[in-house]
Every structure is written in structure tokens, then in C-alpha cells.
């Protein structure tokens, strides 16, 4: 049986392209602030901010991957790069026998935290500043309800 396209409207096509040219812009302009205060990746500090979050500095190379959203294969690939920039360990992981646990180095955390606040400047002045109070709780509604959705909506 043929589905009947349900085009968008041109209100819902406005809102769909400013949210596709926010998706495309955004990450460009974080990761080039990155680059100027510190050198690391967009994913570098993704995978940092991460480690840095959990207890000691440490997770699991299993939720690692779960929480950054990663195919394992990307994981391991962009870690062996971090490991040897020396910004993480694998360490054996004793409870399972077979697992790895990822660690922040004392480099991989003096590298967030030369980058962090450049990165939360560039986040206020581009996000945040723009949005009065008002707005921004309904953008936090909003993108807590997309992501609502495609956690529910497994690929």
C-alpha cells in the first residue's frame, strides 16, 4: 500500500530549514573555538566532558560509548588517537575480565579545563545571550521533547 507524502507546510518548512541551518552551522563554530584554546576536537571534548562527568574521571569503554551515542569502532579508533596524545588510559577492566575502562589523564583534564570556558563563552554568546529567559526554557522543552522522541524511536 503507497503512503501518502504529508508535505510540509511553509511554516513547518521555515521551522524544519532554521533548525537543519543551526545543525549544520553550530558544530563548526564550537569546534573552531575548541581548536583556538587548546587544540582538541569537538569530539575530544565530547568524549573529556564525559570522563570528567563520572566518578574519578572513569567509565566504562561500554557506557563511554552508549553516552557519547558512538559505533564502537569509532570509539576505539578516536581513543587510540587520544591515548596517544595522552589525553586518556585504558585500564583492564577487573569486574568483567574482558572490558576496558577509559580514564582522563591529568593532561586529557588540564586540557578541558584550558578549553571549558572559552567553549561556555562561545556557547553563552551564540545559544544563550541571544534567548530571553522565556525563550530558553521553551527551547529546553523543545529539544527535550525531539530527543524524548528519538530515544523512543530507535533508529
Known amino acids: 500500500m503507497e503512503q501518502k507524502t504529508g508535505w510540509l507546510t511553509q511554516s513547518e518548512q521555515r521551522a524544519w530549514r532554521a ?19 587548546g587544540n582538541l ?5 565530547v568524549v573529556l566532558v564525559a570522563l570528567t562527568d ?21 570509539m576505539s579508533h578516536h581513543l587510540r588517537r587520544m591515548t596517544e596524545r595522552g589525553l586518556v588510559n585504558r585500564e583492564f577492566c577487573p569486574k568483567d575480565g574482558r572490558g ?4 582522563v589523564t591529568p593532561a586529557g583534564r588540564a586540557a578541558i579545563e584550558a578549553a571549558a570556558p572559552r ?7 551564540l545559544i544563550i545571550d541571544p ?8 527551547l529546553t522543552v523543545l529539544c527535550e521533547r525531539i530527543l524524548g522522541r528519538l530515544e523512543a524511536d530507535p533508529p
Not at 41 to 45: I, L
Not at 59 to 69: E, G, I, K, M, S
Open 19 to 37: 533548525f537543519v541551518g543551526v545543525h549544520q552551522k553550530l558544530p563548526g563554530r564550537l569546534a573552531r573555538g575548541l581548536q583556538g584554546c
Open 41 to 45: 576536537s569537538m569530539a575530544e571534548y
Open 54 to 74: 563520572a566518578p574519578d574521571g572513569l567509565r566504562h569503554f561500554q557506557d563511554l560509548t552508549n553516552t557519547v551515542q558512538w559505533e564502537r569502532s569509532r
Open 100 to 103: 576496558v575502562h577509559v580514564v
Open 119 to 125: 567553549h561556555v563563552a562561545t556557547v553563552r554568546r
Open 131 to 138: 534567548l530571553s529567559p522565556e525563550e530558553l526554557d521553551a
